[in-house]
């Protein structure tokens, strides 16, 4: 372009040769590097109280330095999400692009070109330079051409051959692909919706209810509107009781449409259900409830029937860490039925409490009154890790026994006989709409074929004849060492012509 | 089938000889490299070219040198520059590329006080010179068996613990030593027609580094990692999927490239700074110190192309742009240049995986952090080369610091404890 007097452009012109020169790219990259291992040595997305603990002021800082006021200041605790983090890739991604348009692109074009030397000074300038005597350029680019080359004869008695363009088209796509990897990504971060939910089986949840938008310019996917209905949750072990697998049976109804099935199908890890622009991946499950049946005696029984009744009603906000009986209804219900009676009682979580190690859930049946002080009744306390076996321990803490659901033995405890009929499970899953995966995945495919491409070797080669001497000279931009034995190898086989060729006695005057 | 009911003996039993055939295997190498080098020249200081049948001039030429030369061999004396470079204005060119190695012989020779491994002109007997490579491949098949009878044994994958993906990464470098030594061989013209093969000097370089490597790797896995970790045990629910074999094994391929890659730029910076240390020569002035140019005025192209074209443990330029440092550093750099593109793949694969198993391909995890991290690290080191003066020692140190980074993404993150990678690592 000539030389243009509009502020405006000769500002863009300086920004872009800032942007795409190569030390300052190495210096976002390396900026970008740095921060990102930062982040994994400072634990990240915790709690505040987290920090405050464990970053103190004060004669134990860590470092002596690195205090939580410090983190929070610099943003420590986010910095994947940190302003500065964001800023530094988009720079990144400027440099890429003022690459691209003001040195790579133009290059390419050059490279297509023929570029004939006109004397031998210009060849020294090329790289390693070599002279045969006694030799014709044609016998050179026929070999060459056989070599893979390809080869363009002046008839001054220049030649130029090339070979391997993708070798300099690689890099071209290379950053072409990591343009869009990160388009792909910004899109991610503005329109996704994502959320998860525990759900127990055969209940179900709409769809978009659970999802929240990372950004308000985010819009919620067709199938938002639908409910999900798990039809049921299992858990898959191995004879040495390791899980093997977890499978939801999912079904997507349509509430428009008189909750017609719209999809069905068991997912598990890896496998997920995907309808309408929503995805929903198996990745949680627990415990929900355990449904216990009461075998004989039942003057214990309507005792233990009142006494959930009255305990419900004086506790409606009940502790979650005690169940009250939701079977307490059904068991009144069901009433003077001595032979049988189902609870089903909701269990909770106690995973992260004192003194419980990994994951646990625990349910209560009380079988007596709340004492005067409002202390907890007497009861039996039911305990499970997973849907394999349930625990039982009396009313004084003691361990009674452990039993498999749906076996029908059952086990004595205060009294009574308890069969445990099924433990129900709750699956966890995550349901996700990410409008910029198309993006991503193109640019990480597109990634992959370019990185290999680039891998390969551009080489040229000129040559000038000089009366009877040919002048050749040849560079590579990757692998150097192959060229210069394969160079090594043509210039060899070059038949030495003791006669004058008739080209060869042309006048080759100084350009 | 014997191995139907002892699999346990028999994965016993080839891990044990793979250890021995590693061990061997380095061993061979080391003793090969470092003494017998006196007929396996380094083959990239550039053969002078003469396609012609040599002339009478150049027979007269040839008559003068050779003696000369080879009875310096013999006395295990170098021939001085000075020497050559009486050779000069002697008329036409041309030594034919046949002899040039015995004549690159004497120009390789130090001058001065002899050092190192040039002094000792051993002659092994014929053939044994294949006896390291097929030490190489003899190991590399033992790791294959090991792998394939811990994929009988388990039922799954082999490459779903520390101590399988390190056996994996042993077999990864035997085999790209194999396909290197291959790729020598192929594209290198019989150094004296009609004698056996000789493996370069740069092949025992490469083939002691990843033969070390990989003893070191298998070491580790089989004597240092705890039996428990060693054993195979059923896959968790997250790896059951045939993204497993694509993304770990590609990532482990670019470590295994990547590793012997930067070490080859560790080798060049320590040779770099030992030998610009010591070494004290100049060169006459009629030389061009330009590494691989030279000079193109007419008759004289070729001697000047000898004298321009240092020795392997040249001062012209320092050593990194002899033979020897030239090779490390582009060889290294062809390797780093392999590996980059399968660390991408591993990469974007293990992101893809990720997206598939729990919706999100990219989550800030400390192994793929590291993963980014490394990929940075050598898309720095490549970039470098790009820049001018960046040849040599520059890049080498950010391959170096590459090297560190590499070990602390495979094994370095799980010893942070937490993230989605800490299945049966340390804790």
Redesign the interface.
């Not at chain 1, 790289?127 to 030799?135: D, F, K, S, W």
């Not at chain 1, 390791?242 to 977890?246: E, H, I, L, R």
């Not at chain 1, 990757?478 to 192959?482: A, E, I, Q, T, V």
């Given at each position: 372009m000539a030389l243009e007097n509009n502020a405006v452009k000769v500002a863009w012109r300086k920004l872009l040769k800032e942007l795409s020169s190569?030390?300052r790219?190495?210096a976002f990259?390396?900026l970008?590097?740095g921060l990102?291992?930062l982040?994994?040595?400072i634990?990240?997305n915790k709690s505040f109280d987290f920090y405050i603990e464990n970053y103190p002021e004060g004669a134990e800082q860590v470092l002596g330095f690195l205090t939580y006021k410090v983190i929070f200041l610099l943003q420590l605790d986010h910095i994947?999400s940190a302003d500065y983090f964001y800023l530094s890739i988009g720079l990144l991604a400027a440099s890429l692009a003022a690459c691209t348009y003001t040195r790579q692109w133009p290059a390419l074009k050059v490279a297509q070109r023929w570029r004939f030397v006109t004397e031998?000074r210009q060849?020294?300038k090329q790289?390693?330079?070599?002279?045969?005597?006694?030799?014709s350029i044609r016998d050179l680019g026929v070999l060459m051409r056989n070599n893979g080359y390809e080869v363009f004869l002046a008839p001054e008695g220049s030649l130029y051959g090339f070979k391997g363009l993708a070798g300099k088209v690689g890099p071209v796509g290379v950053h072409a692909a990591l343009l869009l990897c990160l388009f792909g990504?910004a899109w991610s971060g503005f329109g996704t919706l994502?959320g998860s939910v525990m759900c127990p089986e055969g209940q179900d949840f709409v769809v978009g209810s659970v999802m929240q938008p990372s950004t308000p310019l985010a819009s919620p996917p067709a199938s938002a509107s639908n409910v999900m209905h798990v039809n049921a949750f299992s858990i898959d072990y191995?004879p040495?009781g390791?899980?093997?697998?977890?499978y939801s049976d999912l079904s997507l109804l349509d509430p428009y449409d008189g909750n017609r099935e719209l999809m069905r199908k068991t997912i598990?890890?890896?496998d997920?259900f995907r309808y309408g622009g929503i995805?929903m991946?198996q990745?949680d499950w627990s415990l929900s409830a355990v449904t216990v049946r009461v075998l004989g005696n039942e003057a214990p029984l309507a005792k233990a029937a009142e006494a959930a009744a009255s305990f419900s009603a004086s506790n409606s906000d009940a502790d979650p860490g005690l169940a009250s009986s939701s079977g307490a209804p059904e068991a009144a219900a069901a009433g003077t039925d001595a032979s049988a009676t189902a609870f089903n009682l909701p269990m909770a979580s106690l995973e992260g409490k004192p003194g419980v190690s990994g994951r646990l859930w625990a349910t209560f049946l009380p079988l007596g009154e709340p004492g005067e002080d409002g202390s907890a009744p007497r009861g039996i306390s039911i305990l499970a890790r997973d849907p394999q076996s349930v625990v039982f321990y009396d009313a004084k803490g003691q361990f009674v026994g452990v039993r498999r659901p749906g076996s029908g033995k059952p086990i004595a405890v205060e009294g009574l006989q308890l069969v445990v009929e099924d433990v129900v499970g709750a699956t966890g899953l995550?349901i996700?709409n990410?409008p910029g995966?198309p993006a991503?995945?193109a640019g990480?495919g597109g990634?992959?074929v370019t990185?290999?491409v680039?891998?390969l070797s551009h080489s040229q080669v000129w040559a000038l004849q000089q009366g009877t001497?040919l002048?050749v000279s040849g560079r590579s931009n990757?692998?150097?060492?192959?060229f210069?034995?394969?160079l090594?190898?043509l210039?060899?086989?070059?038949?030495?012509r003791k006669d004058l060729l008739p080209s060869a006695q042309q006048p080759q005057g100084q350009a | 089938m014997f191995a139907i009911q002892n699999l346990d003996e028999l994965e016993n039993f080839v891990r044990n000889f793979t250890f021995l055939a590693l061990f061997f295997t380095t061993f061979v190498y080391w003793i090969y490299t470092a003494f017998f080098t006196s007929d396996s020249l380094p083959s990239i200081a550039p053969l002078v070219q003469d396609t012609s049948p040599p002339t009478a001039d150049e027979n007269e030429k040839l008559a003068i040198v050779n003696p000369l030369l080879q009875s310096s061999l013999a006395q295990g004396q170098g021939v001085g520059f000075a020497q050559v470079g009486s050779l000069q204005g002697s008329g036409q060119e041309g030594i034919k590329s046949q002899n040039s190695q015995t004549n690159l012989g004497a120009v390789l020779s130090p001058v001065g006080p002899q050092r190192g491994s040039l002094d000792i002109h051993i002659h092994p007997l014929k053939g044994t010179h294949y006896a390291p490579r097929i030490c190489m491949i003899i190991s590399n098949i033992l790791l294959i068996i090991l792998l394939i009878v811990r994929w009988e044994k388990s039922g799954h994958f082999p490459l779903s613990n520390l101590y399988e993906s390190l056996m994996f990464l042993a077999w990864c470098c035997t085999f790209l030593y194999l396909v290197y030594s291959i790729s020598f061989k192929l594209s290198t013209p019989h150094p004296l027609k009609g004698t056996h093969y000789a493996p370069k000097v740069e092949e025992k370089i490469l083939g002691s580094l990843t033969a070390s490597s990989a003893l070191l790797m298998n070491a580790f896995a089989t004597f240092s990692l705890p039996k428990e970790m060693q054993q195979a045990t059923p896959l968790v629910p997250a790896l059951q999927s045939n993204w497993l074999m694509m993304h770990v094994t590609v990532m482990i391929i670019s470590y295994a490239t990547l590793i012997i890659g930067s070490l080859l730029s560790i080798l060049y910076l320590i040779l770099t700074l030992s030998y610009n240390i010591r070494s004290d020569l100049k060169l006459p002035t009629s030389v061009e110190g330009k590494g691989l140019a030279s000079s193109t005025t007419g008759n004289n192209l070729r001697l000047n192309n000898l004298i321009s074209n240092p020795p392997v443990l040249s001062t012209v330029g320092g050593w990194g742009r002899g033979p020897l440092g030239s090779f490390l550093d582009l060889l290294s750099y062809r390797i780093i240049g392999l590996g980059f593109p399968f660390l991408t793949i591993g990469i974007l694969s293990g992101a893809v995986w990720a997206n598939e198993a729990w919706g999100s391909y990219w989550s800030w995890d400390p192994k793929e952090t590291w993963a980014l991290l490394t990929w940075l690290v050598f898309a720095i080191y490549l970039h470098t080369r790009l820049t001018k003066g960046w040849q040599g020692k520059k890049p080498a140190i950010i391959a170096s610091l590459g090297f560190l980074v590499v070990w602390f993404c495979y094994l370095g993150v799980n010893l942070i404890g937490e993230g989605l990678h800490s299945y049966g690592f340390f804790s």
């Open positions: 190569l030390p790219a190495i990259m390396a970008i590097a990102s291992g982040g994994t040595f634990p990240q994947y031998p060849l020294m790289g390693r330079t070599e002279v045969l005597p006694n030799a990504t994502k191995r040495d390791s899980v093997a697998q977890f598990s890890v890896n997920p995805t991946y990745t995550e996700k990410d995966v991503v995945y990480f990634l992959m990185t290999l680039s891998y001497n002048f990757r692998d150097k060492l192959g210069d034995r394969e090594d190898g210039l060899e086989a070059v038949p030495e | -």
